[in-house]
């Protein structure tokens, strides 16, 4: 058995290699490293991926979000709700903003934004809902989307760890993860389902308006050379990693059912163990619980993260490393409690959900490259902690 790791982008890169490394060289023969073809080129491809009219590159995933804030026109002390049970950039770049981020529990089975606890936050101050799609799966968007328009807010889709699933309507229709709000927006950090060699993100939207807006406040609000229209920000995609975006996203879907596939592999390890908590696939899917479709896409496990119950979970997550197997606590403190981002208006009992989880998960390794000697291994050695 090979080393386990977290993420292995050295063994998906092998398999890529030549295609990367030409595509690579030619930036750097062509010396266009900043807004060149290959970032436009990359900008299209996505677009017609996702069926969506405009993407917009940027640097990173936590300029991505604050960028669509800044081109909604949002101002300072206007409030915005988000989850609680994430990382800490989605609330971050809202109190950058200076608007008040307002912070509510999450859903036990999908670890995404809780609808009660959402209705209940919204004030007469409130201007946004920024879901997360945590670990790999949509939140409720349908129902967001109808609270919203109750209460004439804007959306911001906080697409980080989703990119490549779909979500299905009540109806029947699909669309892709980050398109169904007024903007969405993700990250290309190397880890992510598609990663590229360095930092990046992109802003989606199907607004003519918003788009054009966007594009200057990325560019420090120019859209004429030494012109600027905007108060911007210096972020943008590098054409190296455009080259290695474009390697890649042909590829996006089968990086999505190899995760799906390994999460499978989990699944049916430990669905014997009434200690363990399986990951949820829930709004609309063919199959809701726990159980893995196979005709839908509506999870893309970005993170595998079991919940153990009646288990010394830091006991379990050292087990783990002294067996050298990589885990990690996705995660350990919550928003409202961070010294950054504490605040009196916050009630512990507001949070029963997230204040459980940060003391049951765990996520364990999953990329597009694991073997199942590796998942057996990775599994045997929870299971035999867990029943000794």
């Given at each position: 058995?090979?080393?386990?790791?977290m993420?292995?982008?050295?063994?998906?890169?092998?398999?890529?290699k030549?295609?990367?490394?030409?595509?690579?060289?030619?930036?750097i023969?062509?010396?266009?490293?900043i807004?060149?073809?290959?970032v436009?080129?990359?900008?299209?491809?996505?677009?017609?991926?996702?069926d969506?009219?405009?993407?917009?590159?940027c640097?990173?995933?936590?300029?991505?979000?604050q960028?669509?804030?800044m081109?909604l026109?949002l101002?300072?002390?206007?409030?915005?709700?988000?989850?609680?049970?994430?990382?800490?950039a989605?609330?971050?770049?809202?109190?950058?903003?200076?608007?008040?981020?307002?912070l509510?529990?999450?859903?036990?089975?999908?670890?995404?934004?809780?609808?009660?606890?959402?209705?209940k936050a919204?004030?007469?101050?409130?201007?946004?809902?920024?879901?997360?799609?945590?670990?790999?799966?949509?939140?409720?968007m349908?129902?967001?989307l109808?609270?919203?328009?109750?209460?004439?807010?804007y959306v911001?889709?906080?697409?980080?760890?989703?990119?490549?699933?779909d979500?299905?309507?009540a109806n029947?229709?699909?669309?892709?993860?980050?398109?169904?709000?007024?903007?969405?927006?993700?990250?290309?950090?190397?880890?992510?389902?598609?990663?590229c060699y360095g930092?990046?993100?992109?802003?989606f939207?199907?607004d003519?308006?918003?788009?054009?807006?966007?594009?200057?406040?990325?560019?420090?609000?120019?859209?004429?050379?030494?012109?600027?229209?905007?108060?911007?920000?210096?972020?943008?995609?590098?054409s190296?990693?455009a080259v290695?975006?474009s390697?890649?996203?042909?590829?996006?879907d089968?990086?999505?059912?190899a995760?799906?596939?390994?999460?499978?592999?989990?699944?049916?390890a430990?669905?014997?163990s009434?200690n363990i908590?399986t990951?949820?696939v829930?709004?609309?899917?063919?199959?809701?619980?726990?159980e893995?479709?196979?005709?839908?896409?509506?999870?893309?496990?970005?993170?595998?993260?079991l919940?153990?119950i009646?288990v010394?979970?830091?006991?379990?997550?050292?087990h783990?490393l002294d067996?050298n197997?990589?885990?990690?606590?996705y995660?350990?403190?919550?928003l409202?409690?961070?010294?950054?981002?504490a605040?009196?208006?916050?009630?512990?009992?507001?949070?029963p959900v997230?204040?459980?989880?940060?003391?049951?998960?765990?996520?364990?390794?999953?990329?597009?490259?694991?073997?199942?000697?590796q998942?057996?291994?990775?599994?045997?050695?929870i299971l035999?902690?867990i029943?000794?």
């Open positions: 058995m090979k080393p386990i790791e993420v292995d982008l050295k063994s998906q890169y092998k398999r890529i030549g295609q990367i490394d030409t595509s690579i060289q030619k930036v023969d062509n010396t266009s490293f807004n060149g073809p290959e436009k080129q990359f900008q299209q491809e996505l677009e017609e991926y996702l969506v009219k405009h993407v917009i590159p640097a990173n995933g936590t300029d991505a979000l960028i669509a804030m081109g026109g101002e300072q002390g206007d409030e915005v709700i988000t989850a609680d049970f994430t990382f800490a989605t609330v971050e770049v809202i109190a950058l903003l200076k608007l008040t981020p307002v509510v529990d999450v859903e036990a089975e999908t670890f995404n934004i809780d609808i009660e606890a959402l209705k919204i004030t007469p101050k409130t201007k946004a809902i920024v879901p997360v799609h945590l670990f790999g799966q949509c939140a409720n349908e129902a967001i109808e609270v919203a328009k109750e209460h004439n807010l911001i889709e906080d697409n980080a760890q989703a990119i490549g699933a979500y299905t309507f029947g229709t699909k669309q892709k993860a980050g398109t169904i709000g007024n903007v969405g927006t993700t990250s290309f950090f190397p880890s992510k389902n598609l990663g930092d990046g993100g992109a802003i939207t199907n003519d308006d918003l788009a054009h807006k966007l594009r200057g406040i990325v560019n420090h609000g120019m859209y004429q050379r030494y012109y600027h229209d905007e108060v911007g920000v210096n972020s943008r995609l590098d190296i990693q290695v975006l390697a890649k996203l042909p590829h996006l089968a990086y999505c059912n995760r799906r596939n390994a999460a499978k592999y989990y699944n049916n430990f669905k014997a009434k908590i990951p949820s829930t709004y609309n899917c063919n199959k809701n619980g726990n893995i479709c196979d005709t839908c896409n509506c999870h893309v496990f970005h993170q595998y993260t919940r153990v009646d010394d979970r830091n006991a379990l997550h050292q783990l067996n197997i990589p885990c990690a606590i995660y350990p403190v919550p409202h409690s961070q010294k950054a981002y605040d009196e208006r916050y009630n512990e009992a507001d949070f997230t204040n459980e989880l940060i003391k049951s998960v765990i996520s364990l390794p999953m990329h597009t490259e694991l073997e199942e000697d998942q057996d291994f990775i599994a045997k050695t035999n902690f029943n000794k």
